[in-house]
């Protein structure tokens, strides 16, 4: 019997029935013509500020929908089904804006006109559009529109050390995802105005890479010339917690000449660290730990340890409604399993600089016929090395579906390995042939034209008053919330922003 079968046999059959996964899924409001909507937060959505499941990301432009944690695949997918439903028929009585399912953004107008998120007048909600402020100073507004799926994913009885473990194994095998799932080979050419970049032009309509995965997760997506300083540990929760503590609290020379508030006394900026706050750092993946109210996240992961992990660096998929299926789902909690029971030695600064770059020549060239990535010094061909982890995933799938009486954990590795087999099945192969053959090379008719079919699948679906009912209560609570954290403030923005900003807050 192999260490990995041992691992899965040793493992409490209520640990894999237990495993809990929950969705976060950014998307922008666009208009039929595929311009970004600039007009506000529909009110009718409630309050960004406290609504459990429908807020705003960056930009007042780019909703957030929220399911809760759960156990089972379909109900998670159900909720955020429903979420979606009540969003885009809440946008289609209201006028005629969509969301948009791509996750590089939609036509942008000029980089100071995207209008940030607002949260109220309360001190946290003026400190989330601060903080957006900063976010704009320091990266650019469009950088900030790119959309994707976060998927929050936990099991009983991990420890911190075990969650460490496999954010490590994660990081190292980070490149199998973005194969499988990535779904940005191109873009508008709005976004790369004014920036250097390698893309090559497709048409007026679009630049693009030919062996791209997903331009959202390269070196023209989420990334930071001054975030690329930081070489953060996953060895442990106090290196890592270390790493972040100084990068929150050592003032960053570029950031200082921006200032934290312009001579007219608007703010500019939350602080002049290298990050503002803990959201600030990109990583492809986080650990997390829910937070208390007025509490700082790195706090709260030193005091009570990991209770999940955020996996950030899936792409939406335009061709379903909700940017994610049950399979591929299914195929994360297999791949995220493998991470947690295989052996997963510390990373040290040289196998570090590896992974970035095996993600940005997988985000970028990752299709390309014998393309090869590094590990442990060595050229490794991609496709060999993907097809070892996802062999090596076939009992951990068996597992899960003796544990779910199914067979959907192994038809979803299945599946994934004949992608790997055939790229022109990948998404973004079928990105590009899409706009190649229906769209004329164009951007922004193939996600247009996408997102119409997903509103009018998501609206044909039934909706019952009683769902109409219960998500108009969500949204009138929400409103209310806000309107009583606004009235409990009791200090001066400035006087709260510097308590929270304290260092001795992050211990």
């Known amino acids: 019997m192999s260490t990995l079968q041992q691992k899965i046999t040793a493992c409490p059959p209520d640990a894999l029935a237990g495993i809990r996964r929950g969705i976060e899924k950014e998307g922008l409001r666009v208009l039929p013509t ?17 609504h459990p499941h429908i807020t705003t990301d960056y930009s007042e432009s780019q909703i957030e929908l929220v399911t809760g944690a759960h156990r089972g695949v379909q109900q998670c997918l159900n909720e955020l089904t429903e979420i979606h439903q009540f969003a885009l028929r809440t946008l289609h009585e209201h006028g005629d804006e969509m969301l948009w399912v791509s996750s590089m953004p939609c036509r942008l107008p000029t980089d100071e006109t995207i209008p940030l998120a607002r949260y109220g007048s309360s001190n946290v909600g003026r400190a989330k559009s601060v903080y957006r402020m900063g976010l704009g100073h320091r990266y650019g507004r469009r950088m900030q529109t790119i959309c994707g799926i976060h998927y929050n994913w936990s099991m009983p009885g991990v420890t911190s050390e075990q969650y460490f473990a496999l954010i490590r194994n994660f990081r190292r095998h980070a490149f199998v995802l973005l194969y499988l799932f990535g779904a940005s080979p191109a873009l508008c050419p709005c976004f790369a105005q004014g920036r250097p970049h390698a893309l090559q032009r497709l048409s007026d309509q679009a630049l693009y890479l030919p062996h791209a995965t997903s331009l959202r997760m390269g070196r023209l997506g989420y990334q930071s010339d001054a975030q690329a300083t930081l070489a953060v540990s996953y060895n442990g929760l106090d290196g890592y917690a270390d790493s972040l503590h100084e990068a929150l609290t050592q003032p960053y020379p570029a950031y200082e000449a921006v200032g934290i508030r312009n001579p007219g006394g608007d703010y500019n900026q939350l602080g002049t660290s290298l990050l503002q706050i803990e959201n600030e750092f990109y990583g492809t993946i986080r650990p997390k730990r829910v937070i208390q109210p ?19 660096l899936m792409d939406l998929d335009p061709f379903v409604p909700v940017g994610i299926t049950a399979e591929t789902m299914r195929l994360l909690d297999v791949f995220l399993l493998h991470c947690l029971l295989t052996d997963s030695p510390p990373d040290t600064p040289k196998e570090i600089t590896e992974l970035k770059h095996n993600q940005h020549l997988t985000a970028a060239r990752g299709r390309e016929p014998g393309l090869c990535l590094v590990r442990n010094g060595h050229n490794v061909p991609l496709v060999d090395w993907a097809a070892q982890v996802l ?16 067979t959907d954990y192994s038809a979803a590795l299945a ?37 119409a079919l997903a509103r009018d699948a998501l609206l044909a679906l039934p909706w019952s008053d009683t769902q109409q009912a219960r998500f108009a209560a969500l949204a009138d609570e929400s409103v209310a919330a806000q309107k009583a954290i606004e009235a409990a403030d009791t200090l001066p923005f400035e006087e709260w922003r510097q308590h929270y900003m304290a260092a001795q807050g992050l211990g």
Request: net charge negative.
């Open 294 to 312: 007025g509490e700082r996240p790195l706090h709260a992961l030193r005091e009570r340890g990991v209770e999940y992990v955020e996996v950030r």
């Open 415 to 451: 599946s994934a390995r004949a992608t790997l087999a055939y790229p022109a099945q990948t998404p973004s192969a079928r990105v590009l042939a899409q706009m190649a053959h229906e769209h004329g090379n164009s951007f922004t008719g193939f996600s247009t034209h996408q997102s």
């Open 34 to 50: 595929g311009d970004l909507a600039l007009t506000p937060h529909p009110a009718a959505l409630g309050s960004a500020l406290t």
């Open 391 to 406: 062999q090596e995933c076939a009992p951990l799938a068996a597992a899960l579906d003796a544990t779910h009486h199914s």
